[in-house]
């Protein structure tokens, strides 16, 4: 066997390792996002039409959206979902994931179609905005949502669900957007839910949400 053969063989194993590795990580998800999908329902209060607070989130396997569901509910705030048909659950979709979440870095006018595009935010004080941490930053559509909305005068939290590390930088650069385009202030949230084969249980994750997020304060 030449050198090129053997070359070729240690491609074609890399290649058939990644494959593995994606196809776990889809199951994974589609497996957590079928579990989370009913837990911690969302009922809009009689007050919540009228709440001046507004949790805006996008998820793709559930979690970000459970926090936002939890987030909403203590809040008594109205809950709205950004969906983003390129990264729907499965191969195609996490493969499109890491594409945009790493063009993104070097274009940042890359930005995916999300719906809704914007949201009539005026009636809101305070907007909270979830996304999961896809390669140490902000989700792409929540990029796209801050480009393509203002905050005039409102207080706004982002809040990540994440595995293991996000990029301090990337969330300062996107607390520059959200404060060019207008708000007042802006704070961060954070629960590290751990790597993908010991992570926290979705009820240990809301816990962790109460613990940290709402302990100080009344959070609103
Ligand atoms: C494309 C992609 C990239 C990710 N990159 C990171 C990362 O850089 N750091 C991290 O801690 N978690 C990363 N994750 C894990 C997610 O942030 C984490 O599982 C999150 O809680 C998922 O939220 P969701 O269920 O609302 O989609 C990544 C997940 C995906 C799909």
């Known amino acids: 066997m030449t050198l090129l053969h053997w070359f070729l063989i240690a491609l074609g194993l890399a290649l058939i390792a990644a494959l593995g590795v994606l196809r776990s990580v889809t199951w994974i998800e589609s497996r957590q996002a079928r579990q989370l999908e009913e ?6 209060t009689a007050t919540a039409p009228t709440s001046r607070t507004a949790v805006v989130y996008f998820s793709r396997s559930g ?12 809040l008594d705030a109205r809950l709205f979902a950004l969906e983003a048909p390129d990264y729907r659950l499965g191969l195609i979709g996490l493969v499109h994931a890491l594409h945009d979440a790493n063009a993104l870095k070097s274009k940042p006018k ?4 999300i719906t809704p595009r914007t949201i009539d935010l005026t009636p809101f004080d305070t907007v909270w905005i979830g996304s999961p941490v896809w390669l140490y930053s902000p989700a792409p559509p929540i990029w796209a949502f801050v480009e393509n909305n203002r905050f005039d005068g409102q207080r706004v939290v982002l809040f990540n669900t994440y595995n293991s590390h996000f990029g301090d930088d990337y969330v300062a650069a996107l607390r520059d957007k959200v404060m060019a385009h207008g708000a007042r202030s802006f704070e961060h949230r954070h629960v590290l839910r751990g790597r993908m084969t010991r992570q926290l249980t979705p009820d240990e994750m809301l816990r962790a949400i109460d613990d940290e997020w709402f302990a100080a304060q009344s959070g609103r």
Do not use: Q
């Not at 837990?39 to 809009?44: A, D, L, T």
């Not at 979690?63 to 203590?74: C, D, E, M, P, S």
């Open 39 to 44: 837990k911690g329902p969302y009922v809009p």
């Open 110 to 113: 890359a930005l995916p179609d």
């Open 63 to 74: 979690n970000t959206a459970l926090a936002a569901r939890h987030v909403a509910k203590r």
